[in-house]
C-alpha cells in the first residue's frame, strides 16, 4: 500500500506472526480507502490454519494485540457477540467462539478478571437484534467475532483481522450496522473464509456466491479455539496458559 495522506502504517512481528497496523485517521483518507475512520490490524501467521501447527503462537499474539485495544476499557462491563450462524459453517465462526468461552463458569466462581463482567451471545446476523441485546445487557465496551469476506485471496484462512471504527462490516450478510449509536467502544475481530466470486468473474448472476476452502470446519474450529484463548488470556489473566488451553479447547485437535 503507498502512503496516503492521513494514514498510519506500523509492522511488527511477535510470536513468529507478521502484525500489520493501519491507522486511518481522517475522513480523506478514508475515502480514498473505503473504510470508515479507525484503526485496522491484521494478523498474518503465514500458512493456513488447517495446516498450522503453533496454533498457541497465534492465540498469544492475538491475546497481546487485544491487550493493546482493551486495556483502557478494562474493569467495565464487556459483552461479546458471536454473530453468524452455527448451522452453516462458512458463517460459524462468531458462535464458535462463544461456545469455547465458558463464561459461566468464571461468573459462578466469581474469579478476578480485567473486566468487572462478561457477556456472550450469538444471535445471528441481525443487527438490529444484537442492538437491542446490547443495549439490554448495558455494556460499556463490545468485541463482535464473526467470518470475513476478503477480496485478496493470499488472506483466506492466513489472518486474524482486528479493527475498530463506527461501522462494522457483517461480512457474511453483506450489511454495515452503525455501532456508533450505542456511544460505547466497539472492536470487530475476525478470520477471512471466504472470497467473493465476482473477483475472479465479471458475470452478474454468481455475485452472491462465494469460493472458500475445502477444510472450512476444521478451519473454523481451530480459529474458535484460538480467539476464544486469546480473549480468555485477556479477560482472565491469572489462569496460566494451560488453564486457558483446556477451557478454550486448543488441546484438541481437529484436522
Same mark, same amino acid.
Given at each position: 500500500?503507498s $502512503? &496516503?495522506?492521513?494514514?498510519?502504517?506500523?509492522?511488527?512481528?511477535?510470536y513468529?506472526?507478521h502484525?500489520?497496523?493501519l491507522? *486511518?485517521?481522517?475522513?480523506?483518507a478514508?475515502t480514498?480507502?473505503?473504510?470508515?475512520? %479507525?484503526?485496522? *490490524?491484521t494478523?498474518?501467521?503465514g /500458512?493456513?490454519?488447517?495446516?498450522?501447527?503453533?496454533?498457541?503462537?497465534?492465540?498469544?499474539?492475538?491475546a497481546?494485540?487485544l491487550?493493546? *485495544?482493551?486495556?483502557?476499557?478494562?474493569?467495565?462491563?464487556?459483552?461479546?457477540?458471536?454473530?453468524g450462524?452455527? =448451522?452453516?459453517?462458512?458463517g460459524?465462526?462468531?458462535?464458535?467462539?462463544?461456545?469455547?468461552?465458558?463464561?459461566?463458569?468464571?461468573?459462578?466462581?466469581?474469579?478476578?478478571g480485567? !473486566?468487572?463482567?462478561? !457477556?456472550?451471545?450469538?444471535t445471528?446476523? /441481525?443487527?438490529?437484534?444484537?442492538?437491542?441485546?446490547?443495549?439490554? &445487557? %448495558?455494556?460499556?465496551? &463490545?468485541?463482535?467475532?464473526?467470518?470475513?469476506?476478503?477480496?485478496?485471496?493470499s488472506?483466506? !484462512?492466513?489472518?486474524?483481522?482486528?479493527?475498530?471504527?463506527?461501522?462494522?462490516?457483517?461480512?457474511?450478510? =453483506?450489511?454495515?450496522?452503525?455501532?456508533?449509536?450505542?456511544?460505547?467502544p466497539?472492536?470487530?475481530?475476525?478470520m477471512p473464509?471466504?472470497?467473493?466470486?465476482?473477483i475472479?468473474?465479471?458475470?452478474?448472476d454468481?455475485?452472491?456466491?462465494? *469460493?472458500?476452502g475445502n477444510?472450512?470446519?476444521?478451519?473454523?474450529?481451530?480459529?474458535?479455539?484460538?480467539?476464544?484463548?486469546?480473549?480468555? $488470556?485477556?479477560?482472565?489473566p491469572?489462569?496460566?496458559?494451560?488453564?486457558?488451553?483446556?477451557?478454550?479447547?486448543?488441546n484438541?485437535?481437529f484436522?
Open positions: 500500500m $502512503r &496516503i495522506k492521513g494514514t498510519e502504517v506500523l509492522a511488527e512481528e511477535l513468529g506472526c502484525i500489520t497496523t491507522h *486511518i485517521q481522517s475522513r480523506q478514508a480514498s480507502l473505503n473504510k470508515p475512520v %479507525g484503526s485496522y *490490524i494478523i498474518d501467521f /500458512e493456513s490454519l488447517n495446516v498450522y501447527t503453533k496454533k498457541m503462537d497465534i492465540g498469544e499474539c492475538l497481546a494485540v491487550q493493546r *485495544i482493551m486495556k483502557p476499557y478494562y474493569h467495565k462491563k464487556l459483552c461479546i457477540c458471536g454473530i450462524n452455527r =448451522g452453516l459453517p462458512i460459524a465462526l462468531g458462535p464458535e467462539v462463544t461456545y469455547n468461552l465458558p463464561t459461566k463458569l468464571f461468573a459462578r466462581k466469581n474469579l478476578d480485567n !473486566f468487572c463482567e462478561v !457477556f456472550t451471545f450469538e445471528g446476523t /441481525e443487527w438490529s437484534t444484537n442492538i437491542r441485546i446490547a443495549k439490554a &445487557i %448495558g455494556a460499556d465496551c &463490545i468485541l463482535l467475532v464473526d467470518s470475513l469476506i476478503t477480496k485478496n485471496p488472506q483466506l !484462512f492466513h489472518t486474524i483481522q482486528v479493527s475498530m471504527s463506527d461501522k462494522t462490516d457483517f461480512s457474511l450478510s =453483506g450489511r454495515v450496522g452503525d455501532w456508533s449509536v450505542l456511544g460505547i466497539v472492536i470487530a475481530l475476525g473464509v471466504a472470497i467473493s466470486s465476482p475472479f468473474s465479471s458475470e452478474r454468481i455475485d452472491s456466491e462465494l *469460493i472458500t477444510e472450512m470446519q476444521a478451519v473454523i474450529a481451530s480459529a474458535g479455539q484460538i480467539i476464544a484463548y486469546a480473549i480468555l $488470556r485477556i479477560c482472565w491469572l489462569q496460566s496458559q494451560t488453564e486457558c488451553v483446556v477451557l478454550s479447547g486448543l484438541r485437535n484436522r
